[in-house]
């Protein structure tokens, strides 16, 4: 008779611990994040050998993947999860970048130092542009004029205008550069360097254009002098060009000494535009003694105007470069 009552707490609290155990399974369960499930792995594509870079177009509906050993890229369409097409690159494709227009794709070849650009509508390679060493990375300007390739063997970045896909720029960044960003605004570009621990901030500045009057639009001719300051300037890169100018006319890129006496003007390219009124070139300048010398291309305009782009360069006493001024642009 005693024993009841005590069977009846034990009960109890059995009851009781066999209860808290289901609340405590229930608010674990209730716990659980809602976008859990989402994250699930639902399908798994087989694409090439080594698959290395991908990207996605500009309206999702396809994925472009870089196939390291068979020198391919996969192209995938993505409500499918399905490889519609393989395209035939260069050697050893690393990276891939996709225009924001969706029309081209840019695919870095490690093994033949070139860059692939692939025909988005037909799935074709429309060119192969020469680049540095060992290209890795790749990324397109938000406007998508230009796209910038880290060299990682040789430490430079190939600036390639999309246009007319040749290749704008070198410039030198640091030791074995990997990766490449283009802020949205696109005014910098951010280069990763694996072996200095350290990150390139490259400023995308606005080419100089000189134009007849702000009606003109686009149409204009381009200068740039390759610096920084500091580097010699005997052999330094200078890149002109025009874009829609007048066809057959004639261009002229000149260095002259800035002196009260006559000044000695050297020629450094001359030509005459083509048909399209575009084109875009690269000479060197030649040794220069110390002082002020302005490197100038003059240029046509559609309406016939004078255009004529100047930067102003001060070359120190073991001919390196002290100052590169910005382009002033003159229309006459």
Do not use: C
């Amino acid at each position: 008779m005693l024993l009841r009552p005590a069977v009846v707490v034990i009960r109890r609290v059995v009851v009781a611990l066999v209860l808290s155990v289901f609340v405590g399974v229930t608010a674990i369960a209730q716990a659980t994040p809602a976008w859990a499930a989402q994250y699930d792995v639902t399908a798994t594509i087989t694409v090439g050998s080594k698959p290395r870079g991908v990207a996605v177009s500009p309206d999702g509906t396809t994925a472009y993947v870089a196939n390291s050993f068979s020198n391919t890229v996969s192209v995938i369409n993505t409500t499918t999860n399905t490889v519609t097409t393989t395209i035939t690159v260069g050697t050893r494709p690393r990276g891939v970048a996709v225009t924001p227009d969706g029309t081209k794709a840019y695919v870095t070849n490690t093994g033949s130092n070139n860059v692939s650009v692939i025909n988005t509508t037909t799935n074709t390679v429309t060119t192969a542009i020469t680049v540095g060493t060992d290209p890795l990375g790749v990324a397109v300007t938000p406007d998508g004029t230009k796209a910038y390739v880290t060299n990682y063997a040789d430490g430079t970045v190939s600036v390639i205008n999309t246009t007319t896909n040749a290749v704008d720029a070198t410039i030198t960044v640091g030791t074995a550069p990997y990766a490449v960003a283009v802020t949205p605004d696109g005014t910098k570009a951010y280069v990763t360097n694996y072996a200095g621990d350290d990150v390139s901030v490259i400023e995308l500045r606005a080419t100089a254009t000189a134009t007849a009057s702000a009606d003109a639009g686009v149409p204009g001719i381009f200068l740039t002098v390759a610096g920084p300051v500091g580097r010699s300037a005997s052999e330094a890169p200078v890149y002109y060009g025009a874009d829609r100018v007048a066809v057959t006319s004639t261009y002229l890129l000149t260095v002259t000494g800035v002196s009260n006496v006559a000044p000695m003007i050297t020629t450094l390219a001359e030509g005459t535009i083509d048909a399209d009124g575009s084109f875009s070139s690269m000479t060197r300048l030649p040794v220069l003694t110390p002082g002020v010398y302005n490197v100038r291309l003059v240029g046509t305009h559609v309406n016939g105007s004078t255009l004529q782009l100047t930067s102003q360069v001060t070359i120190g006493g073991v001919g390196e470069f002290t100052s590169i001024g910005a382009n002033i642009p003159v229309i006459k």
